[in-house]
């Protein structure tokens, strides 16, 4: 199986918080895998550290097997910091992106709390996504010498909407649709930027369980039509072991535990992390 | 009729466009016996209608809030102004400075472009520093950039160039009102062509969320900053033609209050509306030049009250105003919608009539003809 994500020691410390500690991932070709972990435990700061929304105090991140993200601690955070492997990574070269290189490198994220377009219909926000592998420049742009790529854009972008379910409401404003189409309509723009490892962020928070059911069929629908990885944190319990191949389990920015879901039930650190319990000792 | 249909809209854009310019024509033709108060209303209305759809695309399409526009417009006026001004009299117009550093003149055109280039390159350097800054922050670093472009152009050190705290005088310029309304007619197409393009989506992207518009491949530094240089270029021609229309050229004329009125005009016509911008900039300049001039002159509406109506009493009123349409019409007359004669027809047969019957209960005309 060829591996899509590999993420070594990711550490990150603000201040003298150590939000995420030594963080060791792996995401293969084709896998559904589950970041789990109690509230405040860092999983949407590891998201936000491997989309490149925050840069990272220490460790590597590799996607298809290429090291994008590295970084050592530096400067003040070199005295401050906390975390494990401190020198691993002093030698090699610091490497940094912004998130939309990001993206175009394949990975296409949504959001914790929605964050479509607000002023778009549901359509232009699918389309606007489309503007990061466009071909055309400000020139053949303004003077509609791309009206080739435009049609082949829209003619996607509906094609996207049909197979998502979302066509028959294309033309409404992306905010006056029901919350859970909201998040459909955030997986489906996320999909128009045509990656191939796909970062949900709670996708079924505020759903309730017939809306959770619904989600966790159109997750596999669209792993298996659009041939995706997919890497996802949830607090859903039911949705993580109907639909994870695998699991990760971090509290307090490290990792309890991993493996299927089978193991992860009835491991006891992650039990203790859940629902507390008096550590005889 | 198929093809009526499918460009409904575009077509009564088109209309209404070549409405104004016929309307602009007849009032060239008719020359001298148009009152002058209406010539000088059409000149200005045009170059600001320009200015605040520039200014628009920057604060309403791109979600930058810049106050710099003064500041750019100011660099194009002078770049027009010190370009055009003919070899031959440039003695007369510099005579301070022995005829000026500069001793060639290019032809209007090319004027006229570079008065949008120059600032473009100004507002590229600038760019690249200040748009790390949000909101607020922006604001008061392009102001801060428009006050030190202005002391600088009046800096004795470049006097020999900008004539410092004389005025610029001489250069050619348009005498009829069409020209002001070609060039500033096809700058805002331009506009209009670069925002229903997908990088106008782009724009509108990150004025929604910065954060998605990036997560979706967005790159937010390049498209800022492409956005506040096409901004600029088009407010420095909007600033040439100013001079144009001045006819002299002082740098103290381009204050940070006219900053304020472009942002004025582009409120009330609505945020986000380029069709609102141009009505906007017709609506503000009608009354400033024309309907409430008289506020000043101690007559109005046949009312003589020297006491009351005296000079500076119309900002007064315009004040008034700005805090009624501030306080209760905050979306401005377009809002983000577009010009649309459906609704604008809806309005005058439906909408009215349905509130006359409502205050009256009586039978009005559009009743019956329904």
Redesign the interface.
């Known amino acids: 199986m060829k591996n899509v994500l590999h993420i070594q020691d990711l550490t990150m410390q603000f201040g003298g918080v150590v939000a995420v500690n030594n963080l060791t991932m792996d995401v293969n070709e084709g896998e559904i895998v589950a970041l789990i972990g109690p509230n405040g435990a860092g999983k949407t700061t590891a998201f936000n550290a491997i989309?490149g929304?925050y840069e990272p105090t220490n460790g590597e991140i590799s996607f298809e097997g290429k090291v994008f993200l590295r970084n050592t601690p530096r400067g003040k955070m070199k005295k401050q910091y906390l975390g494990a492997e401190k020198d691993t990574y002093a030698s090699a070269p610091v490497l940094r992106k912004?998130?939309?290189?990001i993206?175009?490198l394949g990975m296409?994220?949504t959001?914790q709390n929605i964050?479509?377009?607000?002023?778009?219909t549901v359509f232009?926000n699918v389309?606007?996504?489309?503007?990061?592998?466009?071909t055309?420049n400000?020139f053949t742009?303004?003077?509609?010498l791309?009206a080739k790529e435009?049609k082949a854009?829209r003619a996607k972008t509906e094609e996207l909407l049909k197979l998502l379910d979302l066509y028959d409401v294309k033309d409404e404003l992306a905010t006056s649709l029901p919350y859970g189409k909201q998040r459909h309509l955030e997986i489906a723009?996320?999909l128009?930027?045509e990656p191939t490892l796909l970062l949900l962020d709670e996708p079924a928070a505020g759903m309730n369980p017939q809306e959770t059911a619904e989600l966790t069929a159109f997750i596999r629908r669209i792993r298996d039509d659009f041939h995706l990885t997919v890497l996802l944190i949830e607090h859903h319990m039911n949705l993580v072991m109907d639909i994870s191949d695998r699991i990760y389990v971090i509290n307090f920015g490290k990792e309890i535990a991993k493996g299927t879901p089978a193991e992860i039930q009835n491991n006891e650190a992650v039990i203790e992390a859940y629902l507390g319990g008096d550590r005889v000792e | 009729m198929e093809f009526l249909k499918k460009y409904k809209k575009q077509l009564e854009v088109v209309a209404a466009v070549l409405l104004l310019f016929v309307v602009i024509v007849i009032v060239d033709t008719l020359g001298n016996s148009v009152p002058r108060v209406i010539v000088s209303v059409l000149k200005k209305s045009c170059i600001y209608a320009l200015i605040a759809v520039s200014l628009n695309l920057l604060n309403g399409f791109t979600g930058l809030f810049s106050l710099g526009q003064a500041g750019f417009m100011l660099i194009g006026a002078y770049t027009y102004a010190i370009l055009t001004i003919p070899a031959g009299i440039r003695e007369g117009v510099y005579y301070m400075y022995d005829g000026g550093a500069l001793h060639f003149s290019v032809p209007l055109i090319v004027g006229l472009i570079l008065a949008g280039v120059v600032p473009a390159i100004f507002a590229y350097l600038i760019g690249l520093p200040v748009l790390k800054l949000k909101s607020d922050y922006l604001a008061i670093a392009t102001l801060g950039f428009a006050e030190i472009v202005r002391a600088l152009i009046q800096w004795q050190g470049f006097a020999p160039v900008t004539n410092g705290s004389i005025s610029l005088l001489k250069y050619p310029y348009f005498k009829k009102i069409w020209p002001f309304a070609l060039v500033a007619g096809i700058c805002i197409l331009?506009i209009v062509?670069?925002l229903k393009?997908?990088?106008g989506?782009?724009f509108?992207?990150i004025?929604?969320?910065e954060?998605?518009?990036?997560?979706?491949?967005?790159?937010?530094?390049k498209h800022k900053q492409?956005s506040f240089v096409i901004s600029s270029f088009f407010a420095g021609i909007g600033g040439a033609l100013l001079a144009m229309y001045q006819t002299s050229l002082t740098a103290t004329a381009f204050t940070s209050a006219m900053t304020y009125e472009i942002l004025l005009i582009v409120v009330i016509g609505g945020i986000?509306s380029i069709t609102g911008s141009v009505l906007g900039s017709f609506l503000f300049i009608a009354c400033s030049e024309w309907w409430l001039r008289n506020l000043d002159s101690g007559k109005f509406l046949g009312i003589s009250l020297p006491t009351v109506f005296r000079s500076g009493f119309r900002l007064v009123v315009f004040s008034v105003v700005i805090m009624v349409i501030v306080l209760f019409f905050r979306k401005g007359i377009m809002g983000?919608r577009e010009l649309d004669v459906d609704r604008i027809w809806n309005f005058f047969t439906k909408k009215i009539p349905a509130f006359v019957k409502s205050r009256f209960g009586k039978k009005t005309e559009g009743e019956k003809a329904e």
């Not at chain 1, 964050?115 to 778009?120: A, Q, W």
């Not at chain 1, 742009?141 to 509609?144: G, I, L």
């Not at chain 2, 954060?211 to 530094?221: D, R």
């Open positions: 989309t929304l912004t998130p939309d290189r993206t175009k296409a994220r959001f964050r479509l377009f607000k002023s778009m232009e389309l606007t996504a489309m503007h990061m592998r466009k055309s400000l742009a303004t003077f509609m791309n435009e854009q723009r996320a128009a930027t | 331009l062509l670069l393009s997908t990088y989506r782009a509108k992207a004025r929604d969320d954060i998605s518009a990036e997560a979706m491949g967005i790159n937010l530094a492409m986000g983000e």
